[in-house]
Nanobody, 121 residues
Framework: QVQLMESGGGLVQPGGSLRLSCAAS????????MGWYRQAPGKQRELVAA???????NYAGSVKGRFTISRDNAKNTVYLQMSSLKPEDTDVYYC???????????????WGQGTQVTVSS
């Protein structure tokens, strides 16, 4: 069993900051890619930021320069530091990880339960 547990969402004023965390737990042999997606009601889930096990990073254009993704491989945790937040960043944010549970297991994509981020005055 593998779980992704997110934390750090909430309500923040425009221009403010929030830090999201996502910790993977359970039987884990290897985590390759980790990242964050977001989804508004009635819309498709979209990539916000992703980071490989080697540290290569990809950001959505709308968050470049404002959001920073990082990971702690020893803790199986990925973070998203969000700054200069805008009302249009309001969404449910989902953590994502590609995990192999054992040496011979296939790589499987896991998702967190989602955390609400609301940017409003």
């Amino acid at each position: 069993q593998v779980q992704l547990m997110e934390s750090g969402g909430g309500l923040v004023q425009p221009g403010g900051s929030l830090r999201l965390s996502c910790a993977a737990s359970g039987t884990i042999f290897e985590i390759s890619g980790m990242g964050w997606y977001r989804q508004a009601p009635g819309k498709q889930r979209e990539l916000v930021a992703a980071i490989t096990s080697g540290g290569s990073i990809n950001y959505a254009g709308s968050v470049k320069g404002r959001f920073t993704i990082s990971r702690d491989n020893a803790k199986n945790t990925v973070y998203l530091q969000m700054s200069s937040l805008k009302p249009e960043d309001t969404d449910v944010y989902y953590c994502h990880a590609e995990i192999r549970r054992t040496l011979i297991s296939p790589r499987v994509t896991y998702w967190g339960q989602g955390t609400q981020v609301t940017v409003s005055s």
